[in-house]
């Protein structure tokens, strides 16, 4: 498995939002617990994030401190190969995120290319 910046931003920024025991609650499978275990070591400390899970949560967008936690991650990995299983099992644990739209009878989803005027919805009118 490749393991991108952005599968460990998605995976911490997870855990800083929702908090370790949430973080994984998809209403399916719970997650074993030695992934917990693992996760939990790697980045809380008496049950406090640490700094770079901090650091992360404060500026999520800065490649530098992704970089940093992706690096703990890959060393962990590198140290014990077993610790990759638990890193899959996390990342398909994570809530997906869905795009849906309710109480609307109009949706456009595609572009729209017209040579005058386009209405779109109830009780729209050009002046």
């Known amino acids: 498995m490749v393991i991108t ?4 931003t998605s995976l911490l ?7 370790l025991e949430k ?11 030695g992934a917990m275990s693992w996760v939990k070591g790697l980045f809380y400390k008496n049950g406090e994030p ?8 404060d500026d999520p967008t800065n490649a530098n401190k992704q970089e940093v936690a992706k690096g703990i991650i890959e060393n962990s990995i590198e140290d014990d190969e077993n610790n ?19 109480n609307s009878k109009n ?3 595609g572009n729209i290319s017209v040579g005058g005027n386009s209405i ?3 009780g729209n009118t050009i002046n």
């Open 23 to 33: 973080a994984f609650e998809t209403g399916g499978e719970k997650i074993s617990e």
């Open 13 to 19: 920024l997870n855990l800083t939002q929702k908090g």
């Open 5 to 8: 910046t952005a599968i460990v």
């Open 107 to 109: 949706v456009v989803t």
């Open 84 to 102: 990759l299983k638990y890193f899959e099992e996390l990342i398909k644990n994570l809530p997906k995120s869905e795009n849906t739209i309710s």
């Open 120 to 122: 779109v919805g109830d």
């Open 50 to 57: 640490k700094k770079a899970l901090k650091e992360l949560q």
